[in-house]
């Protein structure tokens, strides 16, 4: 199973950029790399989803080197309201996408 | 994507009780989980819900304290059984949609007095 680490908390102020690391080291050839958001008292929320080099949707870039066994959630300009826990898996067709498991999650807090 | 509905939202049993959660999803998913997760950390995964068979469940985890039914690709249950306040937490019901995202229920709060 590729396992993740991540960082456990994060601070940041409204407007700058916010990058979270996330390790995974036995990633598999064919594991692909999603990102959650996380706000109390809701479900986890998909955010953006990634293979390999840089996937960028409205809310977020994902930035994937060629080894794989590291990724980069980029959160541009962020606000008040994206204080939330953000959470890297990885999983792939080979395990069925079996047994996706959640790491500790990044806690950012984002101040005025 | 999916819209996935969990009920009871939340519940307040008492001890040695059971108590059965439902998740509906609005379309049909490749795969169905069932996660939880305490207060201020992260989910546990529980067991992948197969349609028409017996869960497979994670280490920590046994079907006569935590039976799931899947008897279709939209629907699954989960029962939390002979309840103690140990079993008090948040159940979350996850669907999965290729290439692997997960959608998620809004949980169940579980307290066992």
């Known amino acids: 199973l590729a396992k993740t680490t991540q960082p456990i908390s994060m601070d940041s102020y409204e407007g700058q950029e916010v990058n979270i690391t996330c390790s995974h080291n036995n990633i598999a050839t064919n594991d692909y790399i999603t990102w959650y958001q996380q706000f109390p008292s809701q479900g986890p929320r998909f955010i953006i989803q990634?293979?390999?080099t840089k996937v960028t949707n409205e809310v977020a870039s994902l930035f994937i080197p060629a080894d794989r066994k590291s990724s980069t959630l980029s959160l541009p300009r962020v606000s008040l309201s994206d204080t939330a826990v953000y959470y890297c898996l990885v999983g792939g067709p080979n395990t069925g996408f079996q047994k996706l498991v959640f790491g500790t999650g990044t806690r950012l807090l984002v101040s005025p | 994507s999916a819209v996935i509905s969990q009920k009871p939202s939340r519940d307040i049993c008492q001890r040695g009780t059971s108590l059965t959660i439902q998740c509906q999803v609005d379309?049909?998913?490749?795969?169905m989980f069932w996660y939880r997760q305490q207060p201020g950390q992260s989910l546990t995964l529980i067991a992948t819900?197969?349609?028409?068979?017996?869960?497979?469940?994670e280490s920590g985890f046994v079907i006569d304290k935590f039976p799931i039914s899947r008897p279709n690709l939209t629907f699954s249950t989960l029962t939390v059984s002979n309840m103690s306040p140990e079993d008090s937490s948040i159940y979350l019901c996850s669907g999965m949609v290729p290439p692997g995202e997960l959608f998620f229920g809004e949980g169940s709060r579980l307290t066992v007095l």
């Open positions: 819900a197969n349609q028409g068979s017996e869960a497979t469940y």
């Open positions: 990634g293979y390999k």
């Open positions: 379309s049909q998913v490749t795969m």
